[in-house]
């Protein structure tokens, strides 16, 4: 092999392995900092939008963030998922989440990861991290393009002597999402397509609303049994998405059953 060629694999196996490299040591490169703020971000799951300040909205009418009835009326960016964690004597305190365009935020700017290093990442967090900041970095984590995390919320929702309430909680709502999704064909996505509902589903999500509002978990055997054998995906969904609230053993055990299918 000539050195002109030579040089040339060189070069083009550099470039290959830039990005890959690049990414894997995003944890370390957080480590790193000891002390202060870092900023990376990362492409979304499509439909992903936001202000890159206030609010991030995943679907027609799913707003997570600082919302208001106005938010509805304001251009919602697609754009990238933007993180921001905040380190304290090496490990992470703080996880903050942003999407849309680009916006400058104080501390460190790590620039672009891929989506699915990110994820991993975030879930360590979510898995190991304080309480506080381990149910904040779910939902960058969720939010991730091609990144699959519900066998790693299985484990965090399970988790009761490990992990809080609130990031059990919050495990749980995504695993209902992901588990609704599943159940209507939209396999590893827990983005739901929010359409309005016609007159009759709308009466039949108002019942599986009422089902939930029962005292002391009366209404828990017949959302399962609707979650489970209703024929219409979407009345499914609204049953899977109360589970979601309960925290209960038994929801646990059928998000588990309609993932692992």
Same mark, same amino acid.
């Given at each position: 092999?000539?050195?002109?060629?030579?040089?040339?694999?060189?070069? =083009?196996?550099? +470039?290959?392995?830039?990005?890959?490299?690049? #990414?894997?040591?995003? %944890?370390?490169?957080? *480590?790193?900092?000891? &002390?202060?703020?870092?900023?990376?971000?990362?492409?979304?799951?499509?439909?992903?939008?936001?202000?890159?300040?206030?609010?991030?909205?995943?679907?027609?009418?799913?707003?997570?963030?600082?919302?208001?009835?106005?938010?509805?009326?304001?251009?919602?960016?697609?754009?990238?998922?933007?993180?921001?964690?905040?380190?304290?004597?090496?490990?992470?305190?703080?996880?903050?989440?942003?999407?849309?365009?680009?916006?400058?935020?104080?501390?460190?700017?790590?620039?672009?990861?891929?989506?699915?290093?990110?994820?991993?990442? =975030?879930?360590? +967090?979510?898995?190991?991290?304080?309480?506080? #900041?381990?149910?904040? %970095?779910?939902?960058? *984590?969720?939010?991730? &393009?091609?990144?699959?995390?519900?066998?790693?919320?299985?484990?965090?929702?399970?988790?009761?002597?490990?992990?809080?309430?609130?990031?059990?909680?919050?495990?749980?709502?995504?695993?209902?999402?992901?588990?609704?999704?599943?159940?209507?064909?939209?396999?590893?996505?827990?983005?739901?397509?929010?359409?309005?509902?016609?007159?009759?589903?709308?009466?039949?999500?108002?019942?599986?609303?009422?089902?939930?509002?029962?005292?002391?978990?009366?209404?828990?055997?017949?959302?399962?049994?609707?979650?489970?054998?209703?024929?219409?995906?979407?009345?499914?969904?609204?049953?899977?998405?109360?589970?979601?609230?309960?925290?209960?053993?038994? *929801?646990?055990?059928?998000?588990?059953?309609?993932?692992?299918?």
């Amino acid at each position: 092999m000539s050195l002109r060629t030579l040089v040339r694999w060189s070069a =083009l196996a550099a +470039i290959g392995s830039a990005s890959p490299l690049h #990414a894997q040591q995003l %944890a370390d490169r957080v *480590a790193a900092i000891r &002390d202060g703020m870092a900023n990376f971000h990362f492409t979304g799951r499509p439909g992903v939008c936001g202000d890159g300040q206030r609010f991030i909205r995943t679907g027609r009418h799913s707003y997570m963030g600082s919302y208001s009835r106005e938010s509805r009326y304001e251009q919602c960016v697609l754009g990238p998922v933007q993180v921001r964690v905040t380190v304290r004597n090496g490990d992470v305190e703080r996880v903050e989440t942003w999407a849309g365009a680009l916006r400058r935020h104080d501390g460190q700017d790590l620039g672009a990861v891929s989506a699915p290093e990110a994820a991993r990442y =975030l879930m360590t +967090i979510a898995q190991r991290g304080s309480s506080y #900041a381990s149910s904040k %970095a779910i939902l960058p *984590a969720v939010l991730a &393009d091609s990144a699959t995390v519900w066998p790693t919320l299985l484990t965090i929702a399970s988790d009761t002597d490990g992990r809080s309430s609130a990031t059990r909680n919050d495990a749980m709502f995504w695993l209902s999402r992901y588990a609704a999704g599943a159940t209507a064909g939209r396999a590893n996505s827990p983005i739901d397509d929010d359409e309005d509902d016609d007159g009759e589903e709308d009466l039949k999500s108002h019942a599986v609303f009422v089902m939930s509002q029962l005292p002391r978990g009366e209404g828990l055997p017949g959302l399962l049994d609707i979650a489970r054998t209703n024929k219409d995906a979407h009345v499914r969904g609204k049953a899977l998405f109360w589970l979601g609230q309960t925290g209960d053993p038994r *929801a646990l055990k059928l998000f588990e059953s309609i993932l692992r299918r």
